[in-house]
């Protein structure tokens, strides 16, 4: 495998610090870096070329981007700097830093933790996308529930050729089922030297989080799988981080329960303003590295960023910067608490009539519901129809869209339902199924 020195350097550094992580990457992984050619000299030029500075690729008129004044008006407040300009491929600076504290803000387990700078990702598909190509090679073994977001098994599995291995989400008692769980970790590390755990919570589609004491039953699952001399991957999704409606629920990212428990697991929190600052189009993602060391830990984040860095810059060059100077002035707002906390309330507010609609027994004979206390979804589990069927009839004949999962789960999104129409969708959906049964 033919790799560039610049790669061979950070390879080194991340072997010098911790042999295990080195182990973790995937064959891309080991071979990206960032490059110091055009982008470095350009940097250097930035802080040193006073009088003409003829590196930029791009056009400057009047000492700013140039750009077109009907563009300009639109977006008047922000300057050409922060709006028509690269951004850096890492993401700009001060988004960075705010997001990082953020994280520490929301997260209190992870305060004490090795905490790597965010980089910011072109939403969190792409966060997820960065990851698997530094650490998952075709065959590599990736645990996953059966209640799964689709896209993972579309990037996980076809565009990287990992092989995805399942556990009932589900206990008999309704909660995570932390037995199953560990029975696939356990037989899965006793068969591999390396793992990738993909985990979400607020879950997609089942609208499900943990509680603090399962939270601390898949840590120590996933110490335990460590302990045995398997290198793994920990991926915490966090999606729809702040979405929780339940008093027993987590109300923190499950990644500070697991970083900092064993040297052979990388902890990789992926998360972004896409539904925390409910901005979904700006697509602003964030990747952050926690680790169990302090010791070494900043060589070897420096050189997963350098990794990560190219990874973007081979790929998407960099992300959007405007986006990323809104959300930036959004977290910089006096009032984004306030506005976070009526949009969660309006949230909330629609999950809880969901959860009264449902208790209504006449629905008994048609579906049972999966537990959900969290994000945008919840699930029902038909008895005598076909999920499929169900939902090309709610389409065709009362105008209804839902969506199918496999030949018993109905996945609705009360997140874009107004309270007033949630009666009615679910009085809809058993009327559809009775035009069915019948």
Not at 143 to 150: N, Q, T, V
Request: with cysteine.
């Amino acid at each position: 495998m033919d790799i560039n020195a610049l790669a061979l350097e950070l390879n080194k550094t991340i072997q010098t610090n911790n042999q295990h992580i080195y182990d973790m990457l995937s064959d891309f992984g080991k071979k990206i870096y960032f490059p110091k050619g055009i982008l470095s000299q350009g940097a250097e030029a930035k802080q040193k070329a006073k009088k003409t500075n003829a590196t930029i690729g791009i056009a400057v008129e009047n000492g700013e981007p140039m750009h077109l004044t009907s563009i300009r008006n639109i977006i008047d407040h922000i300057p050409p700097k922060d709006s028509f300009n690269y951004a850096p491929a890492s993401g700009k600076p001060e988004l960075r830093s705010a997001w990082r504290d953020k994280i520490l803000s929301d997260n209190p387990s992870l305060r004490d933790k090795a905490l790597s700078n965010p980089v910011v990702t072109n939403g969190l598909t792409h966060g997820l996308s960065l990851t698997a190509d530094l650490f998952v090679n075709p065959g590599d073994a990736i645990i996953l529930p059966d209640k799964m977001w689709g896209n993972y098994r579309l990037m996980l599995s076809v565009r990287y050729g990992g092989q995805i291995k399942t556990y009932p989400f589900y206990s008999n008692s309704g909660g995570f089922n932390i037995e199953a769980f560990r029975e696939t970790v356990i037989a899965s590390a006793s068969e591999n030297n390396k793992l990738i755990i993909l985990l979400n919570f607020p879950n997609n589609p089942t609208g499900y989080t943990l509680t603090p004491d399962e939270a601390k039953g898949i840590a120590s699952v996933i110490k335990d799988a460590a302990q045995t001399d398997c290198n793994i991957v920990a991926i915490s999704d966090d999606a729809y981080f702040g979405l929780f409606y339940d008093d027993e629920t987590l109300k923190e990212s499950l990644s500070g329960y697991i970083a900092g428990t064993h040297p052979r697991i990388l902890t990789v929190k992926i998360c972004g303003a896409t539904k925390e600052e409910y901005v979904w189009g700006f697509r602003v993602g964030f990747l952050t590295y926690c680790l169990n060391q302090s010791k070494g830990a900043e060589d070897i984040f420096y050189a997963l960023e350098r990794k990560t860095m190219g990874a973007i810059r081979s790929s998407i060059s960099n992300c959007s910067h405007i986006s990323q100077t809104l959300v930036l002035r959004a977290l910089q707002s006096e009032t984004l608490g306030e506005e976070r906390k009526q949009k969660a309330e309006v949230m909330a507010s629609r999950a809880q009539k969901v959860k009264e609609v449902i208790k209504n027994n006449k629905y008994n004979d048609a579906w049972d519901v999966y537990p959900f206390n969290s994000g945008y979804f919840m699930c029902l589990k038909l008895k005598s129809v076909d999920a499929e069927e169900l939902r090309t009839h709610l389409l065709d004949k009362y105008g209804i869209g839902v969506i199918a999962l496999g030949g018993s789960d109905l996945r609705i999104a009360f997140s874009c339902v107004e309270v007033e129409d949630i009666q009615d969708l679910f009085d809809t959906i058993y009327k559809g199924i009775k035009d069915l049964s019948a």
